[in-house]
């Protein structure tokens, strides 16, 4: 049975570093092919992709937000992180970790999701 | 281009079929292919359609999915109560290098 689950602080004040931890069971990353993601979804809008890690390390970010993130893995311990500097009021939002499967780009597997509040 | 036009609301009567539509360019549905979540309220998304047409082990085939040039459109037939959920198209975009979804369709049943 595949499980993930965000953790982390649910309220950042503007310009602090946000880490957020997924911890996930059922599969591993040591496992070539397998990869995972994190994607983010403010209030009432639509989905955004934030960045991918791979079994071998490789590293994916979107361009606008490449240098504010930041994705690692202790594919020991089952977790994956992510960091995003410098935030601000438009970084609130419900923070996903998903897997993706080897067959393709698609997320099969999610977390239930973190809702992170970025205010002074 | 930053999110998938997607229709933001669409319905029907239980019983119905409905169709949303998700428009691409080249760089992602064009080139790549489409995959569909469904979004229930306060959950987190689900994945519905894979592979332009797939269904994962568990959704009912009432879910169909299709692709054809830079478009694709999710079908849902004999509408449910349940059904009623954000639906998102994603396809992987080679400008982005990255997944890029759509804006989402909020469904209701009637």
């Known amino acids: 049975q595949v499980t993930l689950k965000e953790s982390g602080p649910a309220l950042v004040k503007p310009t602090q570093t946000l880490t957020l931890t997924c911890t996930f069971s059922?599969?591993?990353?040591?496992?070539?092919?397998?990869?995972m993601g994190w994607i983010r979804q403010p209030p009432g809008r639509a989905l955004e992709w934030l960045a991918r890690?791979?079994?071998?390390?490789?590293?994916y970010y979107p361009t606008s937000l490449r240098a504010r993130l930041a994705i690692s893995k202790d594919a020991f311990r089952n977790q994956v992180f992510l960091t995003l500097t410098n935030t601000a009021p438009i970084d609130t939002a419900t923070y996903f970790c998903?897997?993706?499967?080897?067959?393709?780009?698609?997320?099969?597997?999610w977390g239930q999701g973190l809702l992170v509040t970025v205010s002074s | 281009q930053s999110v998938l036009p997607q229709p933001p609301s669409a319905s029907g009567s239980p019983g119905q079929r409905v169709t949303i539509s998700c428009s691409g360019s080249?760089?992602?549905?064009?080139?790549?292919?489409v995959n569909w979540y469904q979004q229930l309220p306060g959950t987190a998304p689900k994945l519905l359609i894979y592979?332009?047409?797939q269904r994962p082990s568990g959704v009912p085939d009432r879910f169909s999915g299709s692709k054809s040039g830079t478009s694709a459109s999710l079908a849902i037939s004999g509408l449910q109560s349940e059904d009623e959920a954000d639906y998102y198209c994603?396809?992987?975009?080679?400008?982005?290098?990255?997944?890029?979804f759509g804006g989402g369709t909020k469904l209701t049943v009637l």
């Open positions: 998903a897997r993706i499967p080897f067959r393709g780009s698609d997320f099969d597997y």
């Open positions: 059922g599969f591993s990353l040591t496992t070539r092919g397998t990869r």
């Open positions: 890690i791979d079994w071998d390390d490789d590293k």
């Open positions: 080249s760089s992602n549905i064009g080139s790549n292919s």
């Open positions: 592979s332009n047409n």
């Open positions: 994603a396809a992987w975009d080679d400008s982005l290098n990255g997944p890029l």
